[in-house]
């Protein structure tokens, strides 16, 4: 079984609301950062948000900030990315990812996670 697995995904109006939660399957390894990448067709995959697990710190990229909010469920194993007045930039698979050794890098990139989700596709229309 995939150790992160998206869900939420889908075709949302400009302007519009989407949750995405992210679940893991199982706890092999302390989970020090989860985060959430998107990645649009033909593009590179990008840094969205990401929370510390043990503190809840939250991080940002810029174009989110204010729209786009993380959160974690501890007990449940989960990180949820609540999306709000998206618009058709932000359309891209989504990707959660889990930091469950830590040291590798900067939070910001894709070479710091250790555990993917398959992605989930949000599409936002104008």
């Known amino acids: 079984q995939v150790p992160l697995v998206e869900s939420g995904g889908g075709l949302v109006q400009a302007g519009g609301s989407l949750r995405l939660p992210c679940a893991a399957s199982r706890r092999t390894f302390s989970t020090y950062t989860m985060a959430w990448f998107r990645q649009p067709t033909g593009m590179e995959r990008d840094f969205v948000a990401a929370i510390t697990w043990r503190g809840g710190t939250t991080y940002y990229t810029a174009s989110v900030k204010g729209r786009f909010t993380i959160s974690r469920d501890i007990a449940k194993n989960t990180v949820t990315l609540q999306m709000n007045s998206v618009n058709p930039e932000d359309t891209a698979v989504y990707y959660c990812?889990?930091?469950?050794?830590?040291?590798?890098?900067?939070?910001?990139?894709?070479?710091?996670?250790?555990?993917w989700g398959q992605g989930t596709q949000v599409t936002v229309s104008s």
């Open positions: 990812a889990a930091d469950v050794g830590g040291g590798r890098g900067t939070l910001y990139y894709a070479a710091a996670y250790d555990l």
